[in-house]
């Protein structure tokens, strides 16, 4: 159940009797910054408690274009829009405020699907439960889904934080599309994919979710940031949140994602 940088993976199986879609895996090169950084940092306390302070945002002539990494092996097409994408799995709350701007003109695009897709705090992903050798209820949703940027460029994601999977850090997936189209049933079609990247989590805060349950019973060995075969250490620009909160009253991640239309 690892991401391979190099290699496109394996196209999954079929889910529950639904065709599962792949688009072209895109690989991140790091040639093609632009400028000024996007917004997040690192957070500096060793402790639960997590502060940090962003960077520029995207407001001035040029911006950074955030890299584009492996779609990886657990993509499922046609998601639902929803801002809550949970779908009452447990573990810490985690709130996404992701701005999405032109990375060549810095100027946020309304109205892109900003979609997430990550595994459970046991390191499982919906529609393939059992991957990571735990054994729970599959609805093939699970912490899964989009939504549209507001007038502003940001898009506003509920879940939760994510655990951990054999061979990769803790992360989460997203792509962002425009000109989607929604439908009446809740998913969308149409448009263009314009990013396939990744979220990544300082391991100071990773370090303090993993003592807490339900994480904590996730027997699978955990790979950290420096250990990690696809986070080149590049921060914001690589998709590394800014984090803010605690184990207990949960988290808020943000970050400015630079894109190419």
């Known amino acids: 159940?690892?991401?391979?940088?190099?290699?496109?993976?394996?196209v999954p199986p079929n889910v529950a009797g639904r065709p599962v879609g792949r688009r072209t895996v895109l690989f991140g090169t790091g040639a093609a910054v632009a400028g000024l950084a996007v917004g997040g940092c690192t957070t500096t306390e060793p402790s639960p408690t997590a502060t940090a302070t962003?960077?520029?945002?995207?407001?001035?002539?040029?911006?950074?274009?955030?890299?584009?990494l492996t779609e990886g092996?657990?993509?499922?097409?046609?998601?639902?829009?929803?801002?809550?994408?949970?779908?009452?799995?447990?573990?810490?709350?985690?709130k996404l405020s992701l701005t999405v701007v032109d990375a060549g003109t810095c100027e946020p695009l309304p109205d892109a699907l900003v979609e997430l897709w990550h595994s459970d705090a046991l390191g499982e992903y919906s529609g393939f439960v059992g991957r990571n050798g735990h054994d729970e209820p599959d609805n093939g949703t699970f912490l899964?889904?989009?939504?549209?940027?507001?007038?502003?460029?940001?898009?506003?994601i509920t879940t939760v934080y994510p655990g951990w999977y054999r061979g990769r850090c803790i992360h989460i997936h997203v792509k962002v599309h425009t000109n989607v189209t929604p439908t009446s049933d809740g998913h969308f079609t149409g448009g263009q994919e314009i990013h396939t990247g990744q979220l990544f989590f300082d391991e100071k805060v990773t370090d303090a979710v993993a003592r807490v349950t339900p994480y904590s019973t996730n027997s699978v060995t955990r790979t950290t940031l420096d250990?990690?075969?696809?986070?080149?250490?590049g921060g914001a620009t690589s998709g590394l949140l800014t984090l803010t909160g605690t184990t207990s009253t949960g988290y808020t991640g943000t970050l400015t994602l630079g894109v190419e239309r």
């Open 1 to 10: 159940m690892t991401d391979t940088p190099h290699v496109p993976a394996e």
């Open 54 to 68: 962003p960077t520029a945002t995207g407001t001035g002539d040029v911006c950074t274009l955030t890299k584009e």
């Open 73 to 94: 092996p657990y993509y499922l097409d046609g998601q639902l829009v929803r801002a809550d994408i949970t779908d009452g799995k447990a573990g810490i709350p985690l």
């Open 144 to 156: 899964r889904g989009g939504v549209l940027t507001d007038s502003g460029g940001v898009a506003a």
């Open 227 to 233: 250990q990690d075969s696809i986070y080149d250490e």
